[in-house]
């Protein structure tokens, strides 16, 4: 049997990860070069959609997730004084998206993902350079990649290296880069016992608050305020949060009364508006942050990072590279082909968030800091009905989301020898010298559109959910108040083609063959 192809993945985040162990699974050996000296996340909680959820269902991880995780959707969206504006229901997103939208700790994800990866397969302390994007129609000439410890060579390489990737300029030099969202936003997770209260979100003048239970007992607050970029308390962020926040309903006050200084994160939020060409280039793909940076007021940052990596990791593998010369087949750990699911069928994201849909979510994930990675983006689009809507609802499968048992190895962040050895050797995919690049194209094909027309829904939302005038305010809680009593399900619509798309590939079957062969 031929040798496995090799994979650099740039960046140990959530997109990362995920990409390595989507590649790991298919076939690939895989190095993930992470810049800091540790995974410890940078961040609280993260909330995960159906649409990612399904996603990890193909890596063997949803069940384990939705088992760590509080389901999110029994609360609403609240005005600083406590008058409820809308109210949600966790049962109601389950049931018009075929899965729960789940809150967890961002570490709890990172470690999921990190213990399905062989040990030193994640090297740390790594800050990595593209020397050569390669070219996938020529056998002989992997991409490259500069470390401290010496160039690496390989068949594919992942930028996952966020907002500020260092791999994104190098494959286009000419793009402007991220830009300021216009706001910024804190974090926190902490104890607060003895407070009962219902998951909220609350809207004030251009000033955002949310807060959620998480399932281990702790609490995860996020806030958001329009203010100039690069701006810091002159005493600490905490104490700048209870300037700001201190005197809004409960249990906002008790949050901040069991938090400390150094609980407090605080970042600015950008994202690139200007979309890329693509999101690959010679041998290089980029997934996450690093390709379509948008705000958090979706939720959806780290959602479609997720959705990256499966739909990256379905193309390049290798049993498809090898189908695309039908003389050959490779061996080797595989899974179900696209057919596997329901075709998708067309339709759109629905009405804009300042359009005929006045809010823009809060039946989905919580808008500024669910998803707290603050350096999401989105971007303004002219592309019509700029992706495909996939089915929603429950799969016909019998069990859709059963991924049998996650064939896991015990991995662990490692500063150990390259895995690589020394050069990727001759490795040439079985379908032929252009089946790569094919493959790559294809990615960018797919992932473009979607994502970019929903970062440019969530630059709607934040212009929303943002608003500072008194009467701006005052019109949009009350066109939110009115449709959320006449209309409900308006709500839940706002996130049709988002939260209801599915994979294009099936879970893994329990004995790790392919599921649909007999």
Not at 146 to 160: F, K, R, S
Request: charged residues 20%; aromatic residues 4%; proline residues 11%.
């Amino acid at each position: 049997m031929a040798q496995a192809p090799r994979a650099i993945v740039v960046g140990g985040g959530i997109g990362g990860l995920t990409a390595a162990v989507a590649l790991h699974r298919s076939g690939w050996r895989v190095t993930v070069l992470e810049r800091a000296r540790s995974l410890e996340p940078v961040g609280a909680g993260i909330s995960l959609a159906p649409n990612s959820l399904r996603a990890l269902d193909v890596i063997g991880l949803g069940d384990e997730i939705r088992d760590l995780a509080a389901w999110q959707g029994d609360g609403g969206l609240r005005t600083p004084g406590g008058r409820w504006l809308s109210r949600g229901s966790a049962a109601a997103v389950a049931a018009r998206f075929g899965g729960p939208l789940v809150l967890l700790h961002r570490a709890t994800l990172v470690g999921s993902l990190v213990a399905c990866l062989p040990a030193g397969c994640v090297r740390t302390g790594a800050p990595t350079t593209l020397v050569d994007q390669g070219d996938p129609g020529v056998p002989g000439r992997p991409a490259r990649v500069a470390t401290p410890g010496g160039e690496l060579e390989a068949e594919l390489v992942v930028g996952a290296d966020g907002l500020r990737s260092a791999v994104r300029p190098v494959l286009f030099p000419a793009h402007p880069g991220p830009v300021y969202s216009g706001f910024t936003t804190w974090r926190i997770v902490v104890p607060v016992p003895g407070v009962p209260f219902a998951a909220h979100e609350t809207w004030g003048r251009g000033r955002i608050w949310g807060t959620h239970p998480m399932k281990d007992g702790r609490v995860y607050a996020y806030a958001a305020a329009r203010v100039p970029a690069g701006g810091r308390a002159a005493d600490d962020e905490l104490a700048e949060l209870v300037r700001l926040f201190g005197d809004w309903h409960e249990p906002v006050p008790d949050v901040l009364a069991a938090a400390r200084p150094e609980d407090v994160l605080r970042h600015d939020v950008h994202h690139i508006a200007e979309p890329l060409p693509a999101f690959h280039a010679g041998r290089v793909a980029l997934v996450g942050d690093a390709a379509h940076a948008m705000p958090p007021t979706l939720g959806q940052g780290g959602n479609q990072a997720i959705e990256d990596a499966i739909v990256l990791a379905h193309h390049v593998d290798p049993v498809r590279l090898a189908d695309a010369d039908p003389r050959v087949r490779r061996g080797g750990p595989a899974v179900a082909d696209a057919d596997s699911y329901p075709p998708h069928r067309p339709g759109h994201l629905g009405p804009p968030a300042t359009g005929g849909d006045p809010l823009s979510r809060h039946t989905g994930p919580p808008a500024t800091g669910a998803d707290p990675d603050t350096r999401h983006g989105g971007r303004a689009s002219a592309d019509p009905d700029p992706y495909p809507r996939h089915a929603g609802g429950v799969s016909a499968d019998p069990d859709p989301h059963h991924a049998g048992p996650s064939h896991r190895h015990a991995g662990q962040a490692s500063a150990g020898p390259d895995p690589f050895g020394p050069g990727v050797g001759a490795y040439v995919p079985s379908g032929g010298p252009h089946a790569m690049g094919d493959a790559l194209a294809a990615y960018s094909a797919g992932r473009r559109p979607r994502t970019t027309a929903i970062a440019r829904k969530a630059v709607s939302a934040a212009r929303l959910n943002m608003v500072r005038g008194r009467l701006g305010t005052a019109l949009r809680d009350a066109v939110v108040a009115a449709v959320s009593t006449a209309a409900p399900a308006v709500l839940l619509r706002s996130f049709d083609g988002i939260a209801d798309w599915r994979p294009p590939r099936s879970p893994y079957a329990s004995d790790g063959t392919r599921a649909d062969t007999p």
